[in-house]
Structures are given as C-alpha cells and as structure tokens.
C-alpha cells in the first residue's frame, strides 16, 4: 500500500470514529495496566465483568497486593490462565511499590520488567494510558494489516515495525484502536464484512466476501 493510500485509509477511519479508545473499562494507568494483563487469551468482556468487582475492592497496588494471590485468584477465575495472572499481578505489584512508588511506569524497559508484561503489554500502557505512538499488533491488528496490504509479515514484530514506519505521523496515537476495532467488528476472521467495509477498495485482500459499493468519500 502507498503512502497516499495509507493516508486515505486512516483518514476513513479517523472520520468514522475520531476518538477511538480501549474496550477495556479503567480509569487509572493501574487500572489499566492490571486489565490488560488479564485480557491475555481472554474477551475484553470477560475482564471488564471480572473488574468491575475486583477494582470495587482493590485498586492501588497495595490494595491488590493485600489480597494476597489466593484471594484474587477466585476474583479473577473465570479468566483463562487465572493461576498464571494472579501470581504475576501479585510480583508486579510488589514491584511496583518497591521500585516505582506505586506508579505504573511511563517507560518501555520498566514496564517490561514487570512479571507477566510483555512487548505488546507495554505497547498498549505507553499507548493509551501514555498517549505514546506505539502500535500493540494483536490478532486483530496483524490480520487487518496481513489482509489491507499495509503491512505484511509472519511475525507480530515485523508487522509492527512496518505500521510504524508507514503510518502517517498524524494517525499514529489512535491508529492502534482503529485497527483493532475495524477487525474486531468489521474485518472479522472467518467471514469478513467486506460490504460493510469503508476501506475495502484500498485492501488487497484476494478473498473478500460481496462488496455492495466500492465508492467511498476521500
């Protein structure tokens, strides 16, 4: 995809939705931080359920840690990978309280340093909690970008470092969320709604399903 069409696309998008933002329900970097480590391999939905009770009760790190990991384990087991979560947001909030007043930190090195938080973790944290330009290629990222042509690879990393590097400035602090909501909703996985597609005559996608129009407002 040129640089011309790239613009185009992201130019729908913004128009669509110019204020684009997580699923996730949170109202601080923490709480933020501790959904996103429990979305992994879990619905948004799912967790915000999860949250709305959990953060009730505790929603600093000292309040989480005070639980202790069996405690949060049953507020949080109805999530895939419960035993894994409870033990990491236990170690990273200790970490946090040790290293960091209690603060989520602002940089890539520190956030990746806490136990259960990885490269895509920290991308969203820097992204929307940060307002950072980062790109954080989930599943619905990197199929979009695979299937658009704005970005190919076969690894997430790759496909991130191309978004980056072809992503209009101007786009990039929302155009993690475009992306994600255009193929959590309308570039699905199995039957993609390509009628329903604003972008679907700038994608290269050989497999679209039918296309009602293919004309759309610049």
Request: some cysteine; overall charge positive; glycine content about 4%.
């Amino acid at each position: 995809m040129d640089i011309k069409q790239c613009h185009t696309l992201f130019t729908r998008l913004q128009a669509q939705n110019p204020h684009p933002t997580t699923e996730l329900h949170y109202r601080t970097p923490f709480e933020l931080l501790i959904a996103v480590i429990l979305s992994a391999q879990a619905t948004d939905k799912s967790v915000n359920k999860v949250t709305a009770v959990l953060f009730s009760l505790a929603n600093t790190p000292s309040q989480v840690l005070a639980l202790g990991e069996e405690q949060l384990r049953e507020y949080i087991k109805t999530i895939g990978l419960s035993n894994t979560k409870a033990r990491n947001i236990i170690k990273t909030c200790q970490l946090l309280i040790e290293q960091h007043d209690s603060e989520v930190p602002s940089e890539r090195p520190a956030l990746e340093a806490l136990p259960g938080v990885g490269r895509k973790t920290a991308n969203v944290i820097l992204n929307t909690a940060f307002g950072k330009p980062t790109i954080a290629v989930d599943t619905h990222i990197f199929r979009v970008a695979n299937r658009t042509g704005l970005a190919t690879g076969k690894t997430v990393r790759i496909v991130e470092n191309q978004l980056l590097a072809t992503i209009p400035a101007e786009f990039c602090k929302n155009a993690h969320h475009w992306l994600i909501l255009h193929g959590r909703y309308t570039c699905v996985a199995r039957q993609p709604k390509c009628g329903q597609c604003i972008i679907n005559d700038l994608c290269a996608y050989p497999h679209k399903t039918s296309i009602t129009s293919n004309h759309f407002a610049d």
